[in-house]
Protein backbone atom coordinates (compact mmCIF):
# COMPACT_ATOMS: atom_id res chain seq x y z
CA UNK A 1 0.00 0.00 0.00
CA UNK A 2 1.13 3.71 -0.97
CA UNK A 3 2.44 3.87 -4.01
CA UNK A 4 -0.50 6.34 -4.68
CA UNK A 5 -3.02 5.97 -1.97
CA UNK A 6 -2.10 6.35 2.00
CA UNK A 7 -4.77 5.77 4.55
CA UNK A 8 -4.62 4.58 8.26
CA UNK A 9 -7.21 2.94 11.03
CA UNK A 10 -8.12 3.01 14.49
CA UNK A 11 -10.27 5.69 15.69
CA UNK A 12 -8.30 8.63 14.11
CA UNK A 13 -8.06 7.36 10.53
CA UNK A 14 -6.56 9.12 8.35
CA UNK A 15 -5.63 10.03 4.38
CA UNK A 16 -7.27 9.25 1.14
CA UNK A 17 -10.24 7.04 1.46
CA UNK A 18 -11.19 9.43 5.04
CA UNK A 19 -11.06 12.36 2.53
CA UNK A 20 -12.94 10.81 -0.11
CA UNK A 21 -15.76 9.15 2.31
CA UNK A 22 -15.10 10.59 6.00
CA UNK A 23 -14.37 7.98 8.87
CA UNK A 24 -17.95 7.71 9.58
CA UNK A 25 -18.72 6.09 6.56
CA UNK A 26 -15.25 4.25 6.47
CA UNK A 27 -15.89 2.34 9.89
CA UNK A 28 -18.96 1.11 8.30
CA UNK A 29 -17.63 -0.08 5.33
CA UNK A 30 -13.89 -1.34 6.37
CA UNK A 31 -14.34 -1.44 9.93
CA UNK A 32 -13.09 -3.80 12.42
CA UNK A 33 -14.55 -6.02 15.73
CA UNK A 34 -13.95 -2.64 17.77
CA UNK A 35 -16.16 -0.24 15.27
CA UNK A 36 -13.13 1.72 14.24
CA UNK A 37 -11.53 1.39 10.34
CA UNK A 38 -9.95 -1.79 10.15
CA UNK A 39 -5.79 -1.27 8.75
CA UNK A 40 -5.88 -4.08 7.75
CA UNK A 41 -9.27 -4.06 5.72
CA UNK A 42 -8.25 -0.47 4.32
CA UNK A 43 -4.83 -2.08 2.98
CA UNK A 44 -6.32 -4.42 1.44
CA UNK A 45 -9.06 -2.20 -0.29
CA UNK A 46 -6.39 0.10 -1.23
CA UNK A 47 -3.57 -2.43 -2.58
CA UNK A 48 -6.78 -3.77 -4.37
CA UNK A 49 -7.04 -0.36 -6.45
CA UNK A 50 -3.35 0.57 -6.71
CA UNK A 51 -3.47 -3.01 -8.37
CA UNK A 52 -5.76 -2.65 -10.64
CA UNK A 53 -4.86 1.39 -11.83
CA UNK A 54 -1.25 -0.26 -11.76
CA UNK A 55 -2.27 -2.97 -14.42
CA UNK A 56 -4.06 -0.89 -16.34
CA UNK A 57 -1.78 1.98 -16.87
CA UNK A 58 1.08 -0.36 -17.70
CA UNK A 59 4.61 -0.98 -16.36
CA UNK A 60 6.14 1.97 -18.29
CA UNK A 61 3.65 4.36 -16.73
CA UNK A 62 5.29 7.05 -14.04
CA UNK A 63 2.95 6.99 -11.32
CA UNK A 64 4.64 9.74 -9.66
CA UNK A 65 5.24 12.42 -12.68
CA UNK A 66 3.85 15.67 -11.43
CA UNK A 67 1.57 15.89 -14.46
CA UNK A 68 -0.10 12.63 -13.74
CA UNK A 69 0.19 12.24 -10.20
CA UNK A 70 -2.96 13.83 -9.09
CA UNK A 71 -4.99 12.31 -11.98
CA UNK A 72 -4.28 8.61 -11.16
CA UNK A 73 -4.60 9.52 -8.09
CA UNK A 74 -8.08 10.71 -8.02
CA UNK A 75 -9.18 7.41 -10.04
CA UNK A 76 -7.60 5.24 -7.96
CA UNK A 77 -9.33 6.56 -4.77
CA UNK A 78 -12.40 6.05 -6.96
CA UNK A 79 -11.68 2.20 -7.35
CA UNK A 80 -10.48 2.28 -3.34
CA UNK A 81 -14.18 3.58 -2.67
CA UNK A 82 -15.58 1.06 -5.04
CA UNK A 83 -13.73 -1.90 -3.18
CA UNK A 84 -14.67 -0.54 0.20
CA UNK A 85 -18.59 -0.10 -0.59
CA UNK A 86 -18.01 -4.11 -2.30
CA UNK A 87 -17.72 -5.22 1.04
CA UNK A 88 -21.29 -4.06 2.60
CA UNK A 89 -24.08 -5.55 0.80
CA UNK A 90 -26.94 -2.78 1.96
CA UNK A 91 -25.27 -0.50 -0.30
CA UNK A 92 -26.00 -2.09 -3.83
CA UNK A 93 -29.12 -1.01 -5.80
CA UNK A 94 -32.56 -3.09 -6.76
CA UNK A 95 -30.13 -4.82 -9.74
CA UNK A 96 -27.57 -6.14 -6.59
CA UNK A 97 -25.06 -3.40 -7.98
CA UNK A 98 -22.78 -1.39 -5.71
CA UNK A 99 -24.04 2.05 -5.04
CA UNK A 100 -20.57 3.50 -6.32
CA UNK A 101 -20.34 1.80 -9.74
CA UNK A 102 -21.11 4.11 -11.77
CA UNK A 103 -18.24 6.52 -10.16
CA UNK A 104 -15.95 3.09 -10.53
CA UNK A 105 -16.42 1.99 -14.33
CA UNK A 106 -15.55 5.84 -14.63
CA UNK A 107 -12.76 6.22 -13.43
CA UNK A 108 -11.57 2.53 -15.33
CA UNK A 109 -12.31 4.60 -18.44
CA UNK A 110 -10.40 7.27 -17.46
CA UNK A 111 -7.39 5.20 -16.57
CA UNK A 112 -7.54 3.11 -20.16
CA UNK A 113 -7.49 6.76 -21.87
CA UNK A 114 -4.60 8.03 -19.35
CA UNK A 115 -2.29 4.65 -20.59
CA UNK A 116 -3.27 5.29 -24.42
CA UNK A 117 -2.49 9.00 -23.95
CA UNK A 118 -5.69 10.33 -24.95
CA UNK A 119 -6.29 11.75 -21.63
CA UNK A 120 -5.20 15.38 -20.49
CA UNK A 121 -2.81 15.34 -17.92
CA UNK A 122 -2.71 19.15 -16.54
CA UNK A 123 -1.59 22.51 -17.19
CA UNK A 124 1.85 22.75 -16.97
CA UNK A 125 3.55 24.79 -19.18
CA UNK A 126 7.05 23.34 -19.66
CA UNK A 127 7.56 20.26 -22.07
CA UNK A 128 8.62 16.91 -20.30
CA UNK A 129 8.90 13.25 -20.09
CA UNK A 130 5.01 11.74 -20.35
CA UNK A 131 3.69 9.33 -17.76
CA UNK A 132 2.63 7.65 -20.70
CA UNK A 133 5.08 5.03 -21.82
CA UNK A 134 7.63 7.35 -21.90
CA UNK A 135 6.59 9.60 -24.93
CA UNK A 136 6.94 13.54 -24.84
CA UNK A 137 3.85 15.81 -24.06
CA UNK A 138 3.69 19.48 -25.15
CA UNK A 139 2.08 20.35 -21.66
CA UNK A 140 1.30 24.26 -23.69
CA UNK A 141 -1.07 22.70 -26.60
CA UNK A 142 -2.15 19.83 -24.27
CA UNK A 143 -1.07 17.45 -26.91
CA UNK A 144 0.75 14.26 -26.55
CA UNK A 145 3.37 13.29 -28.78
CA UNK A 146 5.04 10.02 -28.34
CA UNK A 147 8.04 9.12 -29.78
CA UNK A 148 10.99 6.32 -29.32
CA UNK A 149 13.86 8.86 -28.85
CA UNK A 150 14.80 9.35 -25.75
CA UNK A 151 17.24 12.65 -25.76
CA UNK A 152 14.49 14.96 -27.35
CA UNK A 153 13.91 18.14 -25.79
CA UNK A 154 12.47 20.75 -27.80
CA UNK A 155 8.32 22.50 -27.27
CA UNK A 156 7.70 20.10 -30.00
CA UNK A 157 8.97 16.67 -28.64
CA UNK A 158 11.55 16.20 -30.91
CA UNK A 159 9.77 16.92 -34.58
Request: proline share 3%.
Given at each position: ?G ?16 T ?23 T ?35 I?V ?6 V ?18 A ?5 D ?9 D??A ?24 S????T???
Amino acid sequence: MGDILTQTGGTGATGDLTTAIGNNRLSVLCGGSDGTVSTAIVTDVIESAESDALSILGPGFNTSAASSKTVVKHQTKLIAVYYAYCRVPEFRNAQGETIVAPQYNKAIERLKDIAKGERDMGDETATGKSAVRGGIVNYSTKAFIVETAESSTGPTGGF
